[in-house]
């Protein structure tokens, strides 16, 4: 027979650390209601995060065929003012892409907050502005790597049916082009669920910022900010296991 020798110093250990931990859950989470913060927070980011994507996609896809266009039939175009605001257009659209992509959105967002919409005080409308603008420099690019991907042969199809060129965007290439690019847009709304987390410097109650209000109320920073880190990697996993399921769709539709 084998006899297993036990520590009851570790046992009592254990059991005062796990004490300890209920306590420290308790304090932070239970006590006064705190984990109503985190549940706001988290309402919060969803909605900035929702309507920042349908912004982003809107503006993304207008500077997306702004500058498709300009790269497809800008040598075909006759001399004249079409030309010349084909080519304005697309030089801003540039500027845009430029100065979006090359400048931290914390940056972009205090500008927004500070600057431009000093007088506003819905934080949340300037939020989802700031953040729908940085996205929308993203997906246009996203987009429009998506319409030159599409067969020269797709526009001479339209052309043939009596559409259009801004006929044939619509109706033929936009959405053969989103199909391609659904994941890669799916993956831009999870990168911009985790960007939401600055929207505490601007005063604004989200996910991140409910944790960092919890550790202000208890002096213990592990426990909200550990919560925080589960949450958001939920919501993350979630959604890319949304998107693997949507690209398995996609490539069986295809068969």
Known sequence: MFYC?????????????????????????????????????LWMTLRITFFAVL???ALGVVAAIIRSTHDKIIEEIRPGFGKF????????????????????VVVQLMI??????????????VAILA?????????AEIIRSGIMSIDAGQFEAGRSLG???????????IPQAIKNILPAL????????????????????????GGDVIRSRTFDAFPPLLAVAIIYLIIVVF??????????????SER
Request: aromatic share 16%; no cysteine.
């Open 112 to 125: 927004m907050y500070y600057v431009i919409f000093a007088s506003s005080t819905n934080a949340m409308m």
């Open 131 to 139: 953040f729908g603008i940085n996205s929308g420099a993203y997906v």
């Open 239 to 252: 959604f890319t296991k949304l998107v693997s399921m949507l690209e398995r769709r996609m490539r069986n």
């Open 163 to 173: 559409f259009n060129y801004i006929q044939t965007m619509i109706y033929i290439i």
């Open 85 to 104: 605001l084909l080519r304005f257009f697309n030089l801003i659209v540039k500027l845009y892409l430029t100065i979006i992509r090359g400048t931290p």
């Open 186 to 209: 799916a993956n831009e709304f999870i990168v911009l669920i985790k960007e939401t987390s600055i929207s505490g410097y601007v005063g604004i109650m989200e996910l991140t910022r």
């Open 55 to 57: 912004l982003g996609i």
């Open 5 to 41: 020798k036990v520590d009851y110093r570790v046992l009592l250990s254990f059991s005062d650390w796990l004490n300890k931990w209920k306590d420290r859950l308790y304090l932070n989470f239970v006590a006064s209601g705190r984990y109503k913060y985190l549940v706001r927070g």
